[in-house]
């Protein structure tokens, strides 16, 4: 099963990491305890539309690309297990992410990503 909460500590992880930031930085410019920011990070909490908002502004993102991201990483888990569930129970479909490149749909970044499982091919472009 996806858990959103997963996805969505996963992404905001990643955008701290980019830009090189501690936990503690973030969760004092969010004003939010270190401890619970962690839990979010991990998928433990689910984290609400105002607390997200704070994250955000401390991490100088916009919810809309933070949630692009999120949705990205929702329909290559989607495809993963869908993948999975239609292979016989002996011979699981493992999907490997190959490639991805950063690309401009009238002006508005994308990424491209291209899924390579046995036998096939997948390619995915987020929009």
């Known amino acids: ?62 919810m809309s690309e933070l949630m692009r991201e999120v949705s990205d990483e929702l329909s290559l888990a989607e495809l993963a297990e869908s993948a999975a569930a239609s292979e016989p129970v002996s011979a699981p479909v493992r999907p490997m992410l190959n490639s991805v490149s950063v690309t401009s749909v009238a002006g508005v970044p994308t990424e491209r990503v291209t899924i390579k499982a046995p036998a096939e091919a997948v390619d995915v472009v987020a929009a």
């Open 1 to 62: 099963m996806i858990l959103l909460r997963r996805l969505l500590g996963d992404v905001l992880r990643r955008q701290r990491q980019r830009q090189g930031r501690t936990l503690r930085e973030v969760s004092s410019s969010a004003r939010v305890s270190l401890g619970y920011l962690s839990e979010v990070e991990r998928g433990q909490k689910e984290a609400s539309s105002e607390l997200l908002s704070a994250i955000c502004d401390a991490l100088d993102v916009r």
